[in-house]
């Protein structure tokens, strides 16, 4: 007689077999398919409990299936879903409304995927540069940090130092300089006249949870005014509570020209992004000059309104910036001579070995806990901003108990 377990033990394999045989092994998952989330936690296809400290790159910040957010997913999707920009639809004016005024900007350009807003930032930067700076055509330079990870169009990859994410995609598309994170004299020597814009991550998540030296943000802000140079925010996987406040930046008290949005701004249930700008920047496009089937469609605001709005009332920010202070600590007293470091800001942190950290993360995994490498040997640990203080103990003694199995 077949058990369940059995049965389900079976599910996961067939599941994990049609992936691999239908689907372009483009990625690395841990052997585990989950079937099930709620909270900080998700469920796999035997009924097995993990806590997720991965949260889909920050895309789940205020928990799998909020009730909140998802009532409204389910609302909207019974009134309309998409009209596309061709007509105006009664929700997206609201949306940009409440999304500028938590943003803290004046306009915003709604897309899909953070990589898309990205692409808008690099148009806008651009268009600027030429339209109001006076860069002589074809020349304007757009500055990154090397170990950026801003996506992978073509475009943002031709912005990247990463090796895998070029590799046999050229040719590249010109107007990068790449200069070190953190490094403010290697940013200094770069900035010249054809220069209209400095693109950078406050904290680098993909590029293993690179936290710059204390002022460089600061400092390069002030550098970005004094030679007339755009400041280019991606807050992707930093905002919205992430690191312990709003945004990133709001920890130096830094108002980025563009501010760039997207991850947990659909709270887990729908692709949300923007560009963020002033008046002046975003009015440098017209109708044409750039846009999206999806963007701004009335499925999308509604989502993430409700995202907006859990993360305001249920004080997601200050939660993160507690717990990660706990959990921080608590894995700083780790001892074990394969750390390298323990770094990281509010609920984003990483731990970094000296090898590969894949070991560690399957360690982890048998004991219940989510979380994936990153740069090959960086752990990251970034778990949904409803984390209770019982639960950041449940993680730091996996960490504990998962390092003697590693």
């Known amino acids: 007689m077949t058990t369940s377990l059995e049965h389900t033990d079976r599910l996961a394999a067939e599941c994990i077999a049609k992936e691999r045989r239908y689907g372009a092994p483009n990625y690395a998952p841990l052997d585990v398919v989950i079937a099930r989330g709620e909270g900080v936690f998700v469920w796999d296809t035997a009924g097995n409990r993990y806590l997720d400290c991965i949260s889909a790159y920050s895309a789940v910040n205020q928990g799998h299936c909020h009730p909140r957010i998802r009532e409204a997913l389910i609302d909207q999707s ?14 997206l004016g609201t949306f940009l409304e409440q999304l500028t005024r938590y943003c803290g900007q004046e306009m915003a350009l709604p897309m899909n995927t953070g990589v898309e807003a990205v692409e808008t930032a690099i148009k806008l930067a651009r268009r600027w540069g030429y339209r109001v700076k006076g860069i002589p055509t074809e020349r304007a330079r757009i500055i990154v940090c090397a170990d950026n990870f801003h996506g992978r169009t073509t475009a943002v990859i031709s912005a990247s130092s990463e090796p895998q994410y070029r590799a046999d995609f050229g040719p590249y598309l010109p107007g990068f300089t790449i200069v070190p994170f953190g490094d403010l004299d290697a940013l200094r020597s770069t900035l010249d006249e054809t220069v209209c814009a400095f693109l950078v991550e406050p904290i680098q998540g993909e590029g293993g949870v690179n936290v710059p030296p204390s002022g460089y943000l600061t400092k390069a802000y002030a550098l970005c005014r004094e030679h007339d140079v755009l400041f280019i925010a991606d807050e992707i996987q930093t905002g919205f509570g992430r690191t312990g406040a709003r945004f990133a930046l709001d920890h130096d008290g830094i108002a980025p020209d563009v501010l760039l949005v997207g991850k947990a701004l659909g709270g887990g249930f729908y692709p949300v992004s923007a560009a963020l700008a002033s008046r002046s920047l975003l009015e440098l496009f017209g109708p044409g000059d750039h846009g999206s089937t999806f963007g701004g469609n009335p499925l999308a605001c509604e989502v993430a309104r409700a995202a907006i709005a859990v993360t305001v009332e249920e004080r997601l920010a200050e939660n993160a910036r507690d717990r990660g202070d706990e959990l921080l600590h608590r894995l700083r007293a780790v001892r074990d001579e394969r750390i390298v470091d323990v770094r990281g800001k509010g609920l984003l942190i990483g731990v970094e070995f000296d090898r590969s950290a894949r070991p560690f993360a399957e360690a982890l995994l048998a004991h219940g806990i989510l979380a994936k490498e990153t740069h090959e040997c960086v752990l990251r640990i970034a778990p ?14 996996a960490f504990e108990s998962g390092l003697v199995a590693a």
Do not use: G, K
């Not at 019974?78 to 929700?91: G, M």
């Not at 949904?384 to 003694?397: D, F, K, N, Y």
């Open 384 to 397: 949904p901003l409803v984390l209770t203080q019982e639960q950041v103990s449940r993680i730091a003694s």
């Open 78 to 91: 019974s009134r309309l879903t998409l009209t596309s920009r061709a007509v105006c639809n009664d929700r």
